[in-house]
């Protein structure tokens, strides 16, 4: 069957390995640049549940459609991906059937560099083996579980005006306290009530997985990066959790600075623009493939739950918007680079929601 959207021609990645700042071992600091016409990016979460079947399946084609859709029509440099790549409990190695179910034969064709970011249901298997995809798949793009990728976008409107965007890609999931923690009830996957991985088999590895990984390491290398970046350009940080979810250190600090301009995470399958201490620059976008809608209409998403933690460190948690539907999110570039909105959208194209942020 004629493909349409095989005619789409995806954009030429030039990435050299420029020292940006000293960072640890094995994480990587790189530089890009791309030559567009309109200045717009995507984002998504929770998409990798094609191998599931079903509904699960049955979104994940929907979102991946309606990406294909938008990426013919507008043009976008990149996606942003926050997480959960591979459920239930991600890949073991790099030839797994789900590398090809989930993501090349749905979303790799859209023709789209992607920053990656672990979710939690990546870390059941072997988290390192989605490092090393990009060994087979040019267009993945995950240097390390954590890592900071500087992109340029040349001017397109003449004025000689280029933006450059920071890519900061955090790992979430050794930074949650409950993961980290022995009760297994609270772990995820793995836990009491679903212990396996099925339908893929193999042994579910999480909670080793989890504490193997230091979160104060990660921390002090945020800080350090954000430190190097300079403070005319745009910063967006994407991550799997939730901002007030990071519990195991004070992240907080850091991604409510003037350092940061967007927040986006995954993990709620849901679409969602959310406010700490009163900045909403915080978006989930994690309804790429898993959400559910009962028969009586409403989700199986649970409400924003204020945890003593949180609240302990005096934060202000307040939801702006949010809807539980099957969609992505847009991110474009506008009045010469000093604003960006971020439209959601449903697989049946429509715009729910808008905002604006302003830089500089």
């Not at 993501?103 to 789209?112: A, R």
């Not at 918007?321 to 697989?347: C, M």
Request: aromatic letters at 12%; glycine letters at 6%.
């Amino acid at each position: 069957m004629y493909n349409p959207f095989s005619l789409l021609i995806p954009f030429l990645l030039y990435a050299t390995a420029l020292p940006i700042n000293m960072v640890p071992d094995n994480i990587i600091s790189t530089s890009t640049t791309y030559t567009p016409r309109d200045i717009n990016i995507l984002s998504v979460g929770d998409w990798g549940s094609a191998a599931l079947g079903g509904y699960h399946l049955r979104n994940a084609q929907s979102t991946a459609y309606a990406m294909k859709i938008y990426a013919s029509e507008y043009n976008p440099r990149l996606v942003l991906n926050t997480g959960d790549n591979f459920y239930y409990c991600g890949i073991q190695n790099t030839s797994d059937s789900q590398v090809n179910s989930d993501y090349v034969e749905l979303f790799g064709n859209i023709g789209l560099p992607w920053y990656n970011a672990l979710g939690n249901h990546d870390y059941g298997f072997n988290p390192d083996a989605q490092l090393e995809l990009n060994q087979t798949i040019p267009q993945w793009i995950m240097d390390a579980r954590y890592y900071h990728r500087r992109v340029i976008f040349n001017s397109s409107d003449n004025d000689g005006t280029n933006i450059a965007l920071n890519i900061i890609a955090l790992d979430t999931n050794p930074c949650v306290n409950d993961y980290r923690g022995d009760d297994r009830a609270k772990w995820d996957p793995c836990s009491i009530q679903y212990p396996l991985c099925s339908p893929v088999a193999g042994e579910c590895m999480f909670h080793e997985n989890i504490i193997n990984q230091s979160c104060k390491i990660q921390l002090d290398w945020f800080n350090t990066t954000l430190s190097n970046i300079p403070p005319t350009e745009w910063v967006f940080v994407i991550g799997h959790h939730k901002a007030d979810e990071i519990d195991a250190e004070d992240f907080q600090s850091l991604l409510g600075s003037n350092r940061v301009n967007l927040y986006l995470n995954g993990h709620n399958h849901n679409l969602e623009h959310y406010s700490i201490d009163r900045e909403a620059k915080y978006i989930t976008t994690g309804a790429g493939g898993m959400v559910i809608i009962g028969s009586d209409g409403h989700s199986n998403v649970k409400l924003h739950d204020e945890s003593t933690e949180f609240k302990h460190r005096k934060h202000d948690f307040k939801s702006v918007w949010s809807k539980v539907i099957t969609g992505f999110s847009s991110h474009t570039f506008i009045n010469k680079g000093t604003k960006v909105i971020t439209k959601f959208w449903d697989v049946s194209q429509n715009v729910l929601y808008n905002f604006t942020i302003s830089h500089m």
